[in-house]
């Protein structure tokens, strides 16, 4: 049972390239997230999917794009990359949006030159 | 926007001794949890305490939510150095969109 399995972990990206970062989980869970983390600034949302087929915007989603595959699968995309999207990238999901608990990926770190 | 903040930012102890970090937020709530991270990993659910409660255990953990002063602390008892981690509260305000919002973290170091 993995879990929540996010891609790549690892990622050295170039100002104005584009990339997506995946997220999958075998939990059967209905709802998916991405967060981001920085130093010292804790972990912001960037972008939440609370069931198959929407998603919403969180506190930080200038600058990506996301897609909800379908339920097992969420991604996120950076069109034209920044050095300020340095940053680790969190992939979660829960069972509901409701129901507190979130189950958290490895994490994806990534470089903007 | 972080909704709630940890206290002490860092905290720095010897294996057997307790642990006890602090969190205060801002607006109602419906639920507030604690998330462990260790170095380099993703975050880990460590237990979850609903607004009409006042105290949870799980092992070595104790949670205490007090509403009226918009705080939550967790104690770990007896640390060990394998306790070592960073330590974030999440919130999720009543009324609003039930996801989990972060604060920044408290840094426990437990010195063998």
């Known amino acids: 049972n993995a879990g929540v399995t996010q891609t790549p972990k690892f990622q050295v990206l170039k100002t104005g390239q584009s990339m997506t970062l995946q997220c999958a989980q075998d939990?059967?869970?209905?709802?998916m997230y991405w967060y981001r983390q920085d130093p010292g600034m804790g972990l912001r949302l960037i972008y939440y999917s609370a069931s198959e087929g929407t998603t919403d915007k969180g506190e930080v989603p200038n600058g990506y794009n996301v897609s909800r595959l379908n339920k097992r699968e969420f991604s996120l995309r950076l069109e034209s990359a920044a050095p300020s999207q340095t940053s680790v990238y969190f992939c979660a999901s829960s069972i509901n949006r409701n129901t507190g608990e979130l189950f958290f990926g490895e994490g994806s770190r990534l470089t903007v030159l | 926007s972080q909704q709630g903040e940890e206290d002490p930012q860092a905290l720095s102890i010897q294996e057997g001794e307790n642990a006890t970090m602090n969190c205060s937020y801002k607006?109602?709530?419906?639920?507030l949890q604690w998330y462990r991270q260790n170095s380099g990993r993703g975050l880990v659910h460590l237990i979850l305490?609903?607004?009409?409660?006042r105290e949870k255990h799980s092992g070595r953990l104790r949670v205490t939510l007090d509403t009226s002063k918009k705080s939550s602390s967790l104690l770990i008892t007896a640390s060990r150095a394998a306790d070592t981690a960073s330590y974030f509260c999440?919130?999720?305000?009543?009324?609003?969109?039930?996801?989990?919002?972060f604060g920044r973290g408290t840094s426990l170091i437990v010195h063998p």
């Open positions: 607006t109602s709530i419906n639920n």
């Open positions: 939990m059967n869970h209905n709802s």
């Open positions: 999440a919130t999720d305000a009543s009324g609003g969109s039930y996801i989990p919002t």
């Open positions: 305490i609903r607004s009409n409660e």
